[in-house]
């Protein structure tokens, strides 16, 4: 069965601080990534996700996460973070075909200080 | 942009009440799901629908049914309301096949007294 697991349900951190979220996965098969941003008194909203092709993958508000096959991770990064990156992250996975659904990991509150 | 639309924010109800949630995508998802979330538990798969009635089981079923009657509209209900089932109900709908992205409505608090 599939599994994730984020490490971290709490990550503090200053702003403009670079930040790491950590997030391993368990599976038998290949499966689809995904991160998933929460903002308070909000639904989920997809960050980025991994298909297939290039380990790194980029979000359009400089977050990126890379695909690690041997360590089974999927870790979401940001060089520099500011208080709106105040959220709630979630890392999922999904088989694949038509009705595969995605697993979430409990998520993990990060919270960005002046 | 696509909508997914919750019909309560915040909704309070006794034990043992019948209680509906409504969701409405106006996409055209074939896919549709309900999630419960819970502090420190993360989203749990309660139902989710492929088709118009269509339905199937997800992680946590129990205490709960779902209705599908229209494409854009799915509902969950709880028979019987217990205290247990206090929680935030997140809706959400995709489009094809699972690597697309799902997308949620803002979530229902659920109180249960």
């Known amino acids: 069965a599939q599994s994730v697991t984020q490490l971290d349900s709490q990550v503090p951190v200053f702003e403009e601080a670079p930040v790491e979220l950590r997030c391993n996965y368990s599976?038998?098969?290949?499966?689809?990534l995904f991160w998933y941003v929460q903002y308070p008194n909000q639904g989920l909203q997809l960050l980025l996700k991994?298909?297939?092709?290039?380990?790194l993958v980029e979000s359009i508000n400089g977050f990126e996460a890379e695909f690690n096959k041997s360590q089974t991770s999927f870790h979401l990064r940001k060089p520099s973070v500011h208080i709106s990156d105040t959220a709630e992250y979630f890392c999922?996975?999904?088989?694949?075909?038509?009705?595969?659904?995605?697993?979430f990991g409990k998520g993990t509150k990060l919270s960005v200080k002046p | 942009d696509v909508k997914v639309t919750q019909s309560s924010r915040y909704l309070v109800k006794r034990t043992g009440e019948k209680v509906f949630l409504e969701c409405v995508q106006d996409?055209?998802?074939?896919?549709m799901f309900w999630y419960r979330q819970d502090p420190g538990l993360g989203l749990r798969l309660i139902y989710f629908?492929?088709?118009?009635?269509?339905?199937e089981k997800g992680d946590i079923p129990e205490g709960y049914s779902v209705s599908r009657e229209k494409k854009e509209r799915f509902s969950l209900i709880l028979e019987s309301a217990s205290t247990n089932q206090t929680s935030m109900y997140l809706c959400?709908?995709?489009?094809?096949?699972?690597?697309?992205?799902?997308?949620f409505g803002p979530g229902t608090r659920l109180t249960v007294l």
């Open positions: 959400a709908s995709r489009g094809g096949l699972s690597y697309n992205e799902q997308f």
């Open positions: 599976s038998s098969v290949s499966v689809y």
């Open positions: 991994y298909l297939s092709g290039s380990t």
């Open positions: 999922a996975v999904s088989r694949g075909g038509s009705q595969g659904n995605l697993i």
């Open positions: 996409m055209d998802h074939e896919n």
């Open positions: 629908s492929y088709d118009v009635k269509m339905k």
